[in-house]
Each structure stands twice: as structure tokens, then as C-alpha cells.
């Protein structure tokens, strides 16, 4: 039965055609997609630098702290911080990792936006509504599918996703079918 579905799936992506988002998006939204991409791509550099193994610092760990009462999905988070100096934004992620090969784990992360050089929290973001974890069937699976109702564009999650899976993450929006592959978000049509 997973077989059929696989094949089944595979086909219905194969007829989907991905377009660039800068022909058919405002430059409002075009704008906002370069921005998640950007902040996909540094929390992927983040997550592959030292940072990302360095014991959690104070505010890090009191950040898992508040967070393991409702909100983790269990041991084995990671904290991570990203700088945006353009924005004045310092993000902090923390980023749940169990292992690779039991799926994509899509949720639940948790980013935690502060003004630069402050303690003063500018917004939290959780990257899904629960502890979502899409097995793959093995390392040969094309691509991953995911359902997204948080927002009406992916993520930045869902870019570092594609990035450290190294596969294409096709996302359903309440407004569109996207494609993330190479860092890239791409509409789908």
C-alpha cells in the first residue's frame, strides 16, 4: 500500500511545474520569500557551525527551559542564534534533531525573535501546530510533502529542511503549492 501511494504521489508531482516566484508573485511577497530564504540558508549555516554543538548558553538554556513545559516535543533539541543586523533582529531557534534516518522532523521547531542586543522578545514562531515527524521510506525517497496552515508562504524551517535533508520539500499553503529545493522557494503550478 506505501508503495502505491509513493508511486501515486510521484506521479502527481512529476505533472507539477515549478515557476519562479518572480514571475507571479507582488514584490511585497517576492521580497518577503528572499528574506525566508535568506533565514532558511543562515539558520542551515548555523546549524552546521559550532554554535550548534557549544553547550546552550544562559539565555539558551533558559529559553529550552520555558519551552520543554508546552511546547517541545520531547529531548534532544538543539539551540542555535542567528544574527539579522539589517533587521536588528537576534533569532534563536531552538531546533529539534532526532535521527536522519527516521524522517524529516517539520515540528516542532521554535524561533525566538529578540531586538538585537536587548532581552526584549519581538515575536515567537513555532514551525507547526505539533510534533510532526514525515518518514521517509528510504534514503532514495525524491521528495517530501507536507501540509502547512501556519502560513499562506513556507518557512524558513522549511528551507534549512530541504537544505539538511538535501531533497525537495513541496508545501501546500491555504494559497499555493510550493516547492523548496537549493535553498529556493519556488511556486508550483
Known amino acids: 500500500m506505501k508503495w502505491l501511494l509513493l508511486v501515486v504521489f510521484s506521479l502527481g508531482l512529476s505533472a507539477c511545474k515549478t515557476v519562479p516566484v518572480k514571475q507571479s508573485m507582488s514584490s511585497d511577497v517576492q521580497l518577503d520569500l528572499s528574506k525566508i530564504e535568506i533565514k532558511g540558508k543562515n539558520l542551515y549555516k548555523a546549524m552546521k557551525s559550532d554554535d550548534a554543538t557549544d553547550p546552550p548558553t544562559s539565555r539558551e538554556a533558559d529559553l529550552l527551559e520555558m519551552a520543554s ?33 527516521k524522517g524529516i522532523q517539520f515540528g516542532r521547531h521554535i524561533r525566538f525573535d529578540f531586538k538585537l542586543g536587548t532581552n526584549d522578545i519581538k515575536s515567537v514562531i513555532s514551525s507547526t501546530k505539533s ?56 511556486q508550483s503550478k
Request: glycine content about 4%; charged content about 25%; proline content about 4%.
Open 69 to 101: 513545559k508546552d511546547l517541545l516535543c520531547g529531548d534532544g533539541y538543539i539551540a542555535v542564534r542567528v544574527e539579522d543586523e539589517l533587521s536588528q533582529i537576534e533569532h534563536i531557534y531552538l531546533m529539534f534533531q532526532p535521527e536522519k534516518s
Open 131 to 186: 510534533c510532526l515527524l514525515v518518514p521517509l521510506e528510504d534514503s532514495s525517497t525524491d521528495a517530501a510533502f507536507v501540509t502547512h496552515v501556519l502560513s499562506d508562504v513556507p518557512t524558513d524551517f522549511h528551507v534549512y529542511l530541504s537544505l539538511h535533508h538535501k531533497k525537495p520539500i513541496y508545501i501546500r499553503t491555504s494559497s499555493n503549492l510550493w516547492k523548496i529545493e537549493n535553498g529556493k522557494i519556488l
